[in-house]
């Protein structure tokens, strides 16, 4: 029997609900419900968990120990077959299409679902038990039974509604997510459709894209109806996600679902289609869509024009235009706005006013004072600042006031080109104007001055905005030092900002990294350290790319014991220090020859667990090898494949390279047999040959020639044309004509110039014949011509 006697014993009450859920239309194959026993004794039903959402083996299903709704991952079977509809890739069709056929046959379809509406879900996100569900929800880090407990009572006396408010008041999306599959599994309840309509608005917002599709699935197993919006939805979060395939594929699913589709879900396919460069499929739909008789609107052409724009076809976006006219759609100003967008950036200033003309004329659309700060803020963008000036004033002519905002982004075009006297110019207009400029205006000069390399400029600059009564930020007093910092005058920089207190003004991780960089460069290694240590104490934390810059001034300078303590500190300061930042000073330790401290460094990382990666592996590789420490480095070698590491290019030449100039050639052998076992190098036993040249072991060379000649490529052929000259600068021809030879017998051409020098220093040697041999080989394969022969 699956339940104890003790379990019967509870009443009929459970009985009837028991059997009532097992009869239920909603209620699905399921693992048998598990009776389990709570911290006060009383008996609780565990959730019904579908063998789909957690796999079959016991260890897949969630710990008790856990807060319910964290566990997250549902390991779906990679069988099913909505999986592999979406996943899929296939070559481009018009198979997706196909969900357009059912607009016909379910055209009086009914989508009367429930939906929340946005006032009622801001009221219920007051009431007092949604409040008081999200302050459990928050405390998941500390579950325990008695808040699951808890969190359950109250689940059952939630309204769909107030479920939906619950969802969308998480701050985090998984959040939200983890609490509707932990709710979905509880006893006596399931989830209304308003529900999971919401569950998958949320996460189209959101690049969760399997969360999206495994709330869809959800629905179908709990007998829910699915409407194009939830595949809409679905669409958005693949969309973005950057799976546009997978966005298109879920047509295919509402194909197989009898879902008709309505013009949102056409809008979001053309819109994931334009997205993913496929205008010519975006056409191609519009037209099945217009066959089956579902009309575009505005929206849908809007993105068709967006689409041709980021083609560069701005002739077939007007030519749209007028078509969505003789069509009955009216364009709106997002139409005109996105073509004249792409005009902004190309500077098409002649096509700019024709559209310009044209939205106001043929579809009375007045240019308003939006539309001119649209292409003021469009032309300056991309630095076309006269431009931006042009329409600022022809704007003001037609009685149009042009905010600071604006002032603001035609002054820093002109500050981006070095253009600053135009910028001052501006600037002094708008106070004459009486538009007076704030601190982005004022900071967008000053790093205009800065820029120009007129640090003096800047300072005069910055304290002309207090005598305006426009206080510099953090953002001012960082442009200036980045100036003063990029014309050698670090050390200015670096009191002006101890000043800052002074000055009432605060430096940022920013202020502190332009700084230190500023030191680094002008060669101040310790203060520059200094600085890294001082912001650490403020709570900014450099980023190991600016660790590292700072190591390697430190290691060039000859310095790897310094650079070895400034990592150390770096460490005990907690900022982020990574395994390249190792790297860099058990590179500086081998460049000083210092093995031994840089092996120790080695061992270091794993204490601090930093785990080596191959770079590591090969600077370490190539230090012992240029010190003929080779058994070494094979033990480092066999080490980094132990780890599971993937030898790089560079490991492969640097194994190469170590072992040929020792002469270890046996030992490079075995060792590229193990290193090519875990990953095939292609050019490995050509590069061997070429160093065994440049080495002179030509002997060795030529044996292991058969290696390369088994696939017969362009490489092999440059492989063996430098084993040729190599025997030629030798004056050993006979050998260079036996490897044209064995290129011949393996269908390759050598160089006909090459095989030239060989046959006339064998004639020279007196070989005459296989000199007249060599040449009459091409001429057999049609490459010379007879008289070449003589």
């Not at 856990?66 to 890739?89: G, R, V």
């Not at 993913?276 to 066959?291: G, I, S, T, V």
């Not at 098409?348 to 649209?374: F, H, N, P, S």
């Not at 390279?657 to 020792?662: F, T």
């Amino acid at each position: 029997m699956l339940f104890s006697n003790r379990f019967w014993s509870r009443g009929l009450c459970y009985r009837r609900r028991f059997h009532s859920f097992l009869n239920s239309k909603q209620s699905l194959q399921s693992t048998p419900t598990q009776i389990v026993r709570t911290s006060n004794s009383s008996l609780h039903f565990s959730s019904f968990v579908d063998k789909d959402d957690f796999g079959d083996h016991p260890s897949q299903q969630p710990s008790q120990s856990l807060p319910p709704f964290d566990q997250t991952s549902i390991t779906q079977s990679d069988t099913e077959s909505e999986d592999e509809a979406l996943e899929e890739e296939e070559e481009d069709s018009e198979d997706d299409f196909g969900v357009l056929d059912l607009f016909n046959l379910n055209k009086t379809q009914q989508n009367s679902a429930n939906k929340v509406v946005g006032g009622d879900e801001i009221d219920e996100l007051r009431h007092p038990l949604v409040r008081e569900v999200c302050r459990l929800i928050s405390l998941k880090h500390s579950w325990n039974p008695n808040l699951e407990g808890q969190l359950r009572h109250f689940l059952r006396s939630l309204k769909p509604k107030q479920v939906c408010a619950v969802l969308r008041a998480q701050t985090d999306e998984r959040d939200a997510l983890s609490f509707f599959y932990w709710a979905d599994r509880q006893w006596r309840y399931r989830h209304a459709p308003e529900v999971y309509d919401k569950m998958l608005e949320i996460l189209s917002r959101t690049k969760l894209c399997q969360g999206s599709k495994r709330v869809l699935r959800l629905m179908a197993r709990r007998g829910v109806e699915r409407r194009p919006e939830a595949f809409g939805y679905v669409m958005a979060s693949y969309s973005r996600a950057g799976k546009l395939r997978s966005a298109m594929r879920v047509l295919n699913l509402m194909q197989k679902a009898g879902c008709a589709p309505d013009l949102s879900i056409c809008n979001t396919a053309i819109h994931v289609l334009v997205m993913a460069n496929r205008l010519e499929k975006a056409l191609r739909f519009l037209e099945r869509m217009r066959r089956v008789g579902i009309a575009p609107d505005v929206i849908t052409y809007n993105c068709l024009i967006k689409g041709y724009c980021e083609v560069h076809r701005v002739v077939d976006a007007l030519e749209l235009i007028d078509t969505m006219r003789h069509g009955g759609c009216y364009p709106d100003k997002i139409s005109y706005y996105t073509i004249m967008g792409f005009l902004c950036k190309e500077k098409r200033i002649k096509e700019l006013r024709e559209v310009l003309e044209k939205m106001e004329g043929e579809a009375k659309l007045l240019a308003d004072q939006v539309t001119y700060k649209t292409i003021i803020h469009g032309l300056s963008k991309h630095g076309h600042g006269d431009d931006a000036l042009l329409f600022l004033r022809e704007s003001e002519e037609k009685g149009f006031r042009v905010d600071k905002v604006g002032y603001s982004a035609v002054v820093h075009s002109f500050c981006k080109v070095g253009n600053l006297d135009k910028a001052k110019e501006l600037v002094n207009e708008m106070f004459s104007k009486g538009c007076i400029p704030d601190v982005v205006t004022y900071t967008t000069i000053v790093d205009g001055f800065c820029r120009a390399k007129k640090v003096d400029q800047a300072k005069k600059m910055l304290q002309s905005m207090y005598k305006h009564g426009c206080k510099p930020n953090t953002v001012s007093y960082t442009a200036l030092l980045n100036g003063l910092c990029r014309s050698g005058n670090s050390l200015e920089a670096r009191e002006m900002m101890n000043m800052s207190e002074e000055e009432w003004w605060t430096p940022n991780g920013i202020t502190y990294s332009v700084i230190m960089h500023g030191l680094r460069r002008q060669g101040k290694l310790s203060e520059a350290c200094d600085v890294v240590q001082e912001m650490a104490k403020k709570g900014f934390f450099p980023t190991p790319a600016e660790i590292n810059l700072l190591i390697q001034s430190i290691c060039r300078a000859g310095k790897a014991s310094d650079a070895k303590k400034f990592l150390e500190k770096c460490l005990s300061i907690g900022c982020p220090v990574n395994a390249i930042n190792f790297t860099t000073v058990i590179h500086g330790f081998c460049r000083e020859g210092d093995i031994s401290t840089a092996l120790s460094l080695l061992d270091d990382m794993y204490l601090s667990n930093r785990q080596p990666d191959v770079v590591t592996y090969t600077t370490m590789i190539d230090a012992l090898g240029r010190r003929d420490r080779l058994e070494e480095a094979t033990e480092l070698v066999n080490k980094m494949l132990g780890k599971g590491l993937i030898p790089t290019p560079v490991t492969y030449r640097t194994v190469i390279h170590r072992y040929c100039e020792k002469g270890k050639l046996e030992d490079l052998l075995k060792l590229l047999e193990k290193m090519l076992g875990r990953k095939e190098f292609r050019t490995a036993y050509n590069l061997v040959i070429e160093k065994l040249c440049a080495f002179h072991n030509l002997d060795e060379a030529y044996k292991h020639l058969g290696k390369v000649l088994r696939t017969a490529s362009k490489i092999d052929a440059d492989t063996c044309h430098v084993l040729m000259e190599s025997y030629l600068k030798k004056g050993i021809a006979m050998s260079a004509y036996k490897v044209a030879c064995r290129m011949f017998n393996r269908n390759l051409i050598p160089d006909t110039k090459l095989c030239e020098k060989v046959s006339e220093r064998l004639r020279l040697d007196g070989k005459s014949m296989e000199g007249e041999a060599l040449m009459t080989k091409f001429v057999e394969r049609g490459l010379l011509c007879p008289k070449l022969k003589q």
